[in-house]
């Protein structure tokens, strides 16, 4: 299983990016797909996640300005971030369960600030 994440960068407040995961090794529609973070000096945090039901959850502080998808087809996950703020600052990274082995990908930075 390879997941390969890429898009982050360094963008103002109230900017957007969209982070993007393609994910190898698996039957890729039959997973849940994760978007975590981890800022500095804190624990990573689930962000956002899609169900193979394209079911999707959020956390709390990112609901209404982050969108987690899916395209099957291209085996990848996304996740659009608006309206960004400084304490959205992390790294980001994708995440799969697969065979109770948890699978990362590399971490994408992104810095928000101005």
């Known amino acids: 299983v390879q997941l390969q994440a890429s898009g982050g960068g360094l963008v103002q407040p109230g900017g957007s990016l969209r982070l993007s995961c393609h994910a190898s090794g698996i039957n890729f529609r039959l997973y849940s797909m994760n978007w975590y973070r981890q800022a500095p000096g804190k624990q990573r945090e689930l962000v956002a996640r899609?169900?193979?039901?394209?079911?999707?959850n959020y956390l709390d502080s990112v609901k209404d300005r982050f969108t987690i998808s899916r395209g099957n087809v291209y085996r990848k996950v996304y996740l659009q971030m608006n309206s960004l703020k400084p304490e959205d600052t992390a790294v980001y990274s994708c995440?799969?369960?697969?065979?109770?082995?948890?699978?990362w990908g590399q971490g994408t930075l992104v810095t928000v600030s101005s």
């Open positions: 995440n799969v369960l697969h065979r109770e082995r948890n699978y």
């Open positions: 899609i169900g193979s039901d394209h079911s999707r």
